[in-house]
T-cell receptor, first 114, second 112 residues
């Protein structure tokens, strides 16, 4: 069965520091991969997605993610975190057909300290 | 105006009551979904619909039912609410191309 693991429940980083949120997936076929962000009291917003091609994908708000098939990973990165990035981040794998059914990880809560 | 709207945004109800959560979208997408979110568990799929005549159970459909009244409307019902259905419920839509799902603002449901 498909699954997504986000090993870090909480992460705290200083404003201006770099960020990496980890995501590992289990899926037998070529995955559709997504990162979403949820600000407090809000719905989920799509940050970026990977279907095929270049394994480094760029998203909104200065985020990027790298797909590593050999490690079954899709880690999210940002070179310099802003206080407004404090939120919960969810990694998801899209299963057939065409990645339309999403299986989510449990989420990582990002705290930004000034 | 928001592309995906959910009503109500907050609801408190009692055990045994029937409740309906509604979702409307203006994105023109055929595919619609209902999820629930619980702390530490992420989002779990309850039901999904790939078009008006297609309804499918998701991971946790027990205790829930849905109705796809039109392309733009997808409702979730709890026939007899119980306290462990207290959660944040999200509706989402997508197009067939797998471009990702677009989420509504959520409905916070509390069952006493």
């Amino acid at each position: 069965a498909q699954s997504v693991t986000q090993p870090d429940i909480h992460i705290t980083v200083s404003e201006g520091a770099s960020l990496e949120l980890r995501c590992n997936y289990s899926y037998g076929a070529t995955p559709y991969l997504f990162w979403y962000v949820q600000s407090p009291g809000q719905g989920l917003q799509l940050l970026l997605k990977y279907f095929s091609g270049d394994t480094l994908v760029q998203g909104i708000k200065g985020f990027e993610a790298e797909f590593k098939r050999s490690q079954s990973s899709f880690n999210l990165r940002k070179p310099s975190v802003h206080w407004s990035d404090a939120a919960e981040y969810f990694c998801a794998v899209g299963v057939a057909p065409y990645g339309n059914k999403l299986v989510f990880g449990a989420g990582t809560i990002l705290r930004v300290k000034s | 105006d928001a592309d995906v709207t959910q009503t109500p945004r907050n609801r408190i109800t009692k055990t045994g009551k029937r409740i309906m959560l509604e979702c409307s979208q203006t994105k023109g997408h055929d595919r619609m979904y209902w999820y629930r979110q619980d702390p530490g568990l992420g989002l779990r799929l309850i039901y999904y619909s790939f078009d008006v005549k297609d309804i499918n159970k998701g991971e946790i459909s027990d205790g829930y039912s849905v109705s796809r009244q039109a392309q733009a409307k997808f409702s979730l019902s709890l026939e007899s609410a119980i306290p462990n259905q207290t959660a944040l419920y999200f509706c989402a839509t997508s197009d067939p191309g797998g471009g990702g799902q677009f989420f509504g603002p959520g409905t916070r449901l509390t069952v006493l």
